[in-house]
């Protein structure tokens, strides 16, 4: 039976009233000055691992700056276990020493990595491909010099500054004409002068210069500007203001005119009286049969099956050394991932140079949209790829050259040692990058027949090959991620 309420109860009902209203009075005026942060879109750009890396993460401004500096860190941490040019960097110590103690997890992850995908691509993969690399990089003239099995006679004919029949017959005997392009002659009367300009640069990059060299920025600019110029071009300084740059064929003079830099073939004004010859002779100046005889030797110390590794040590054996080229770069974007997604990220991005991998998609729903330029026109673009969460890179032989000529690529067959030109770019999608910056390089140096039958044989990889004739290759499933 409902009766009336007794007066306690009535009370009571007050009382719970009030504090109900005050409840939400407090929840109103707390949702007013303590809102959330709006999430904002965060980027940041470093230099790192020979690249440029940007990090895009969508959150708060604060949450997002912590977890792009964690990623940042990662990337660093990375770097210290696979460098091949820090000193103090691990992988740089095993090239140096032969062997490592207690190897970080980073650097034993991957170098197990790297010999997992050296056996699934039957050795178009492998780190240890270094004294084939090694053969192909320009040589300052002391060390070009030493290619030749030379004798104590000729070294006295560099001594006595004499040219001899015999020092022809060593030329001709290497397929190597006799001339400027082979020889630099410089004398203490020599004279300097423009006979070419190339091209300018601003004012602004003679701050990246010293006394003794010419500095990263430069050398970059030098590189985008005139593939002729070799990337690893000896430097040597000049008095005053001027530079002189050799790319073990041409001289490039580099000269302040006040408001611009001149960048220039240099003119010699030689005087016979006391010059010095200098033999410049790189390896893919050699004949066909000197060079397959330096590769050949160079192959007695290849081979990611030799790399002995464990938690307790790594051994490389003798004459043996690694490159990080195909897979740091890849596994740190893929390392730096983890570390967004464990700082709360579920929207973010990291290109390293072209090394890309995702989270998730945009906070409004739609796709990240990665495009992929024509190699020989870079205005162009062949299509547009959609990813959500996972990761694209892409390899090209295209960009860098070994040689002035620009007709030796960077990438080069561990298997044959020399450069690969079946293909013009490959660009693999894979769940990490870890996966796509192996398979593209492993993929580009197979060729489009095999490297596009590897690509459909793994499970969540697609691809893209443009071979030598610019024929567009791709895989089966690749149209689920084009635009």
Not at 86 to 104: R, V
Not at 173 to 192: E, F, H, Q, R, V
Request: glycine share 8%; aromatic share 8%.
């Amino acid at each position: 039976m409902t009766g009336s309420p007794t007066k306690k109860n009535r009370k009571n009902d007050l009382i719970f009233a009030f504090l109900g209203g005050l409840l939400v009075t407090l929840i109103i005026l707390g949702s007013f000055f303590f809102q959330n942060e709006p999430i904002e879109r965060v980027e940041r750009t470093r230099f790192m691992m020979g690249t440029v890396v940007t990090i895009t993460v969508y959150d708060t401004l604060k949450d997002a700056e912590m977890a792009i500096e964690a990623a940042f860190d990662r990337i660093d941490e990375v770097s210290m276990a696979a460098s091949t040019y820090d000193p103090n960097a691990e992988a740089y110590i095993l090239n140096e020493k032969g062997s490592i103690s207690t190897p970080s997890d980073d650097l034993l992850e991957i170098i197990d990595l790297s010999k997992e995908y050296c056996d699934l691509t039957n050795g178009s993969f492998d780190v240890t491909i270094e004294p084939l690399l090694d053969l192909w990089r320009f040589n300052p003239w002391e060390d070009a010099f030493r290619i030749f099995d030379v004798d104590g006679a000729f070294s006295e004919e560099l001594d006595n500054n004499t040219i001899s029949s015999g020092l022809s017959s060593i030329f001709a005997g290497n397929d190597y004409p006799l001339s400027k392009n082979a020889l630099i002659l410089k004398g203490s009367d020599m004279t300097w002068g423009i006979e070419e300009c190339l091209f300018t640069l601003p004012v602004t990059l003679r701050e990246s210069m010293d006394n003794t060299q010419v500095g990263a920025g430069i050398r970059s600019v030098f590189t985008e500007n005139h593939q002729t110029l070799s990337k690893e071009a000896e430097i040597s300084s000049l008095e005053g203001v001027r530079w002189n740059l050799t790319d073990g064929r041409k001289n490039y003079l580099i000269e302040d005119a006040g408001d611009h830099l001149i960048v220039a073939v240099e003119k010699f004004g030689l005087s016979f009286f006391e010059n010095r010859l200098n033999v410049t002779v790189q390896f893919w100046d050699l004949d066909r049969t000197r060079q397959e005889e330096n590769i050949s030797a160079a192959r007695n110390f290849v081979g990611c099956d030799r790399i002995n590794s464990s938690a307790d040590n790594i051994n490389l054996e003798d004459g043996m050394s690694i490159t990080m080229g195909g897979i740091a770069k890849g596994y740190a974007v893929s390392e730096a991932i983890k570390v967004l997604r464990e700082k709360g990220i579920e929207h973010g991005l990291i290109n390293a140079g072209g090394d890309i991998e995702t989270i998730g998609e945009k906070p409004d729903g739609t796709a990240w949209n990665i495009a992929l330029e024509n190699p020989r026109d870079r205005s162009v673009r062949i299509t547009r790829f959609k990813l959500e969460g996972n990761a694209v890179c892409t390899s090209g032989n295209y960009i860098r050259y070994f040689d002035p000529e620009a007709k030796v690529g960077h990438i080069m067959d561990p298997r044959t040692g020399y450069s690969v030109s079946h293909c013009i770019s490959v660009t693999i999608i894979a769940n990490n990058c870890t996966t796509a910056d192996v398979l593209a390089t492993s993929v580009f140096v197979m060729g489009p027949g095999p490297g596009m039958e590897l690509i459909n044989e793994l499970d969540d990889v697609e691809g893209l090959i443009i071979d030598a004739n610019r024929t567009i290759h791709r895989s089966f499933g690749l149209g689920a991620y084009e635009l």
